[in-house]
């Protein structure tokens, strides 16, 4: 089980997937959902593209079966 945190986008705690974002002296969490929504993620977006909607117990069995995100150290997707 993924560990319980709370996105700052809908105030919803719970284990699906996030995206942590490190601005240093703290991290700010969110739904990768709503990370696209808010601040228009692309890397959210990417993760996300193909789950066709999906919302709930659905998105996250989807996104947990996705192989895990690399970032640079610019925060950037690695192919």
């Known amino acids: 089980m993924a560990l ?3 996105c700052i986008g809908c ?3 719970d284990d ?3 995206d942590i974002v490190d601005h240093g002296t ?3 969490v969110w739904h990768l959902d709503c990370h696209v929504i808010t601040v228009d ?3 959210c977006k990417n993760r996300l593209a193909d789950a066709k909607g ?3 117990e659905t998105l996250r069995a989807h996104l947990v079966s996705l192989p895990p ?3 640079d150290e610019h925060g950037e997707e690695v192919s």
Do not use: E
């Open 16 to 18: 699906h997937p996030k």
């Open 26 to 28: 703290f991290m700010v």
């Open 69 to 71: 995100l690399v970032l």
């Open 54 to 56: 999906a919302k709930g």
């Open 4 to 6: 319980m945190r709370t």
């Open 41 to 43: 993620c692309r890397s």
């Open 11 to 13: 105030t919803q705690t």
